[in-house]
């Protein structure tokens, strides 16, 4: 969104009046929620626009930008015009389109012309990647480890929890939530992936090491960064945290999945972990000890409904915080 309104009105020279550009659109989104009374129930607005209620926090804090098809949704249903959304100046009535007309005519022509050639190309290198794919999976299916190992990636693992509709974690300093700097904390990898399940209804429950109190500081930075994106009715009712009464051993991450979302959406990563998926939809794993590896372990079954006997009666020995 920025690049493109901005390339088209702003001169070479004109950076620094881009950036207060850029700062003027969160602002004037935000007094635009303020004015229609918006402020305490966005929901209308999140349903104009098919976005969650953190992405619409996110582009009032300029986190990120929105795509042009959520700006025209945006200046269609606040009634103001794109100019005046995005820079805070109303378009001018007398304002000429004609060479703006002109150029995507221009542009649509220049297109069309190579779309033959495009599509040529495109389909010869469909069927050079599918030669190479077909290649690799068979050196995969031959490996006596393939698949079997049992190792789920960071990135698998958070595309596993977008389908997420109950998590148990016991979490030995809450690391992929909150990051702590210098300046203060910030939202870790997994925090939007929390907060977004959140906002659809999901449960959480964190369990965190006790006795250590230094940990209730962790806490309180992750329930004000998730509150950031979905309000703090949502993480009251929805996200616990207590710390365990003795020191956990390791970490555990106990998900109940939306099997029938995960096996239409993201079939090869539902194949992966079928063979420890049960039947109630539950998943385990156990969180890497240490720092050089990027895997978590799962569990079979049977050691994913003993740790979540386990996690239970953890949970009700621990402390609320």
Known sequence: MGGSLQG???TPASNSEGSRREVKFGQMLESLIERGGYNRNRKKILSALDISA???SQYVREQTRPSFGKLLALADFFDVSLDYLVYGTPTSSLTDYGPFYRYVDH?????????SRHSAVVARIGRVLADRINEVAAELAAAPTATREGLLQDDEMLRLERYCRRA????????FDVIHREQGTAAGRFLPVVAANLERGAEYRFLVPGPDRTMETTVEACRGLLADQVGGDRVRQSCSFRRTASPPLVGVVLLKLDRVGLRAEEPALYWQISDYLGE???????IRPNNDSNSDMLMDPPHARRARSSFEALWSTGVPI
């Open 168 to 175: 148990d974690i016991l979490s030995m300093d809450l690391e």
């Open 54 to 56: 953190a992405a619409l």
């Open 8 to 10: 088209a009105a702003d």
């Open 280 to 286: 109630d939809g539950w998943l385990g794993c156990i």
């Open 107 to 115: 542009a649509l022509a220049d297109v069309q012309a190579r779309g």
